[in-house]
């Protein structure tokens, strides 16, 4: 089995990497290429590679180049986990909204559709020679936005899920909580990319008992404290939000907050530095402690389970994935693209049923939606307009002053990344 990492170059690979060391038998990959312009970092990440296969025994072999067409070739599945104009590009979009008063951020707001643009035409172009090199082959998508990327490449035609790891990091943090096996937890999660409710928390199955009442009775403020929400929000919504759902909640709150600190972004490329000189030293034969900080914790088994049950090595499994809506959520189109349980097969991922979404989150699910939809329209077409018409959309803009403000600001800091602007 062959598997190829777009943005191999990435500080998260090693994370991957010990994922498909670990779980060798659940996803047998006898070779892995890793694909990435910057042969610096490519080199230093596919040192560490072979080290932590070799540590632990994995018999596959790990390559690396920077000639896309060559990495992908003959690959039964491709993963893609892009960043187009790195970190720098990340620091923008974080930066300039808060001149706006909006929430400056890479995968939500004005920052995400930013992001969006960048990243939509790339990986469109990347799925074409994916498709005309090896038909067959699948495509998992880890690059932000996942939920419009997702959808820009289905509505392609490609043979294509989306992956985030918020809610196996979810199902995590109840089964420690809980003191159960994570493997025991069914989570009831719903709605669409960075914006999902954990409406249940079953033992056992989607059909077993609930145990979210008690979860949030014993463990209240261990979750809250996570989210970084107040307690009685959650016991108010009787539901786990994700933690995206503060940007949305808390607005303003967080705005005031950014103001005042250095952005994430800043944050991120120190620790790739610090990251960086760690994966060359020699000695290193396993991801280190401090890549958790990085962030994509419990990324690598949730992508081993999923290209292991597409390619038919794992059978058929439930996993959360970014999907086609099929019907599940009945206010949105088919074609919108969801984050729920699925079950995923050879064949793709089939939506399982979910329970109904109350009013109060099914709303912002369309209205987010709907933004999604003029976002993507925005990324293949380009044009002021456009992105004007998706801002304008988007809760967290909504006012026709900030949105022309955000469009001016959006397009003077992406001229090297669009073409058409």
Same mark, same amino acid.
């Given at each position: 089995?062959?598997?190829?990492?777009?943005?191999?170059?990435?500080?998260?690979?090693?994370?991957?990497?010990?994922?498909?060391?670990?779980?060798?038998?659940?996803?047998?990959?006898?070779?892995?290429?890793?694909?990435?312009?910057?042969?610096?970092?490519?080199?230093?990440?596919?040192?560490?590679?072979? $080290?932590?296969?070799?540590?632990?025994?994995?018999?596959?072999?790990?390559?690396?180049?920077?000639?896309?067409?060559?990495?992908?070739?003959?690959?039964?599945?491709?993963? !893609?986990?892009?960043?187009?104009?790195?970190?720098?590009?990340? !620091?923008?979009?974080?930066?300039?909204?808060?001149?706006?008063?909006?929430?400056?951020?890479?995968?939500?707001?004005?920052?995400?559709?930013?992001?969006?643009?960048?990243?939509?035409?790339?990986?469109?172009?990347?799925?074409? $020679?994916?498709?005309?090199?090896?038909?067959?082959?699948?495509?998992?998508?880890?690059?932000?936005?996942?939920?419009?990327?997702?959808?820009?490449?289905?509505?392609?035609?490609?043979?294509?899920?989306?992956?985030?790891?918020?809610?196996?990091?979810?199902?995590?943090?109840?089964?420690?909580?809980?003191?159960?096996?994570?493997?025991?937890?069914?989570?009831?999660?719903?709605?669409?990319?960075?914006?999902?409710?954990?409406?249940?928390?079953?033992?056992?199955?989607?059909?077993?008992? @609930?145990?979210?009442?008690?979860?949030? +009775?014993?463990?209240?403020?261990?979750?809250?404290? @996570?989210?970084?929400?107040?307690?009685?929000?959650?016991?108010?919504?009787?539901?786990?939000?994700?933690?995206?759902?503060?940007?949305?909640?808390?607005?303003?709150?967080?705005?005031?907050?950014?103001?005042?600190?250095?952005?994430?972004?800043?944050?991120?490329?120190?620790?790739? $530095?610090?990251?960086?000189?760690?994966?060359? *030293?020699?000695?290193?034969?396993?991801?280190? +402690?401090?890549?958790?900080? $990085?962030?994509?914790?419990?990324?690598?088994?949730?992508?081993?389970?999923?290209?292991?049950?597409?390619?038919?090595?794992?059978?058929?499994?439930?996993?959360?994935?970014?999907?086609?809506?099929?019907?599940?959520?009945?206010?949105?189109?088919?074609?919108?693209?969801?984050?729920?349980?699925?079950?995923? @097969?050879?064949?793709?991922?089939?939506?399982?049923?979910?329970?109904?979404?109350?009013?109060?989150?099914?709303?912002?699910?369309?209205?987010?939606?709907?933004?999604? *939809? !003029?976002?993507?329209? +925005?990324?293949?077409?380009?044009?002021?307009?456009?992105?004007?018409?998706?801002?304008?959309?988007?809760?967290?803009?909504?006012?026709?002053?900030?949105?022309?403000?955000?469009?001016?600001?959006?397009?003077?800091?992406?001229?090297?990344?669009?073409?058409?602007?």
């Amino acid at each position: 089995m062959k598997l190829a990492v777009v943005g191999g170059g990435s500080t998260y690979t090693p994370e991957l990497i010990d994922g498909f060391a670990r779980l060798r038998d659940t996803l047998p990959v006898s070779e892995l290429v890793l694909i990435d312009p910057a042969t610096e970092r490519l080199e230093l990440i596919g040192g560490l590679a072979r $080290r932590i296969f070799a540590r632990q025994g994995h018999p596959g072999r790990i390559t690396t180049t920077s000639d896309l067409d060559a990495g992908i070739e003959g690959a039964d599945a491709v993963l !893609l986990q892009l960043r187009i104009g790195g970190q720098a590009a990340r !620091l923008q979009d974080e930066t300039w909204p808060l001149e706006c008063g909006c929430v400056g951020q890479e995968t939500t707001g004005a920052g995400g559709l930013a992001k969006a643009l960048r990243t939509v035409p790339v990986v469109l172009d990347i799925a074409e $020679r994916v498709r005309r090199t090896c038909p067959d082959a699948w495509i998992i998508d880890f690059t932000n936005p996942v939920g419009i990327v997702t959808r820009a490449l289905l509505q392609a035609g490609h043979k294509a899920v989306g992956l985030c790891n918020v809610a196996i990091g979810l199902q995590r943090k109840f089964a420690a909580l809980l003191e159960l096996a994570p493997a025991d937890l069914h989570l009831d999660h719903v709605g669409l990319n960075h914006l999902t409710w954990e409406l249940g928390v079953r033992r056992g199955g989607p059909d077993g008992e @609930d145990l979210l009442p008690g979860l949030l +009775a014993a463990h209240g403020e261990a979750v809250a404290g @996570d989210l970084r929400l107040p307690r009685a929000v959650l016991d108010r919504l009787g539901v786990v939000p994700s933690y995206y759902l503060r940007y949305f909640y808390s607005h303003d709150e967080v705005v005031r907050e950014l103001g005042t600190k250095p952005s994430r972004a800043a944050e991120v490329a120190a620790m790739e $530095r610090e990251l960086l000189a760690l994966y060359g *030293d020699p000695a290193l034969e396993e991801k280190p +402690a401090l890549l958790a900080k $990085r962030g994509g914790a419990f990324y690598s088994e949730a992508a081993v389970d999923l290209a292991a049950s597409l390619l038919g090595d794992g059978g058929p499994a439930v996993q959360v994935v970014n999907t086609h809506n099929r019907g599940t959520l009945p206010f949105l189109p088919d074609d919108a693209v969801i984050e729920v349980q699925a079950r995923v @097969d050879g064949s793709g991922a089939a939506p399982l049923p979910v329970p109904r979404l109350d009013p109060l989150f099914a709303g912002l699910v369309s209205h987010v939606s709907a933004y999604e *939809d !003029l976002a993507l329209d +925005a990324a293949l077409r380009g044009g002021r307009e456009r992105v004007f018409k998706a801002l304008l959309a988007h809760p967290l803009v909504g006012q026709y002053d900030l949105a022309e403000g955000l469009t001016d600001r959006l397009l003077a800091h992406n001229k090297e990344h669009l073409p058409w602007a």
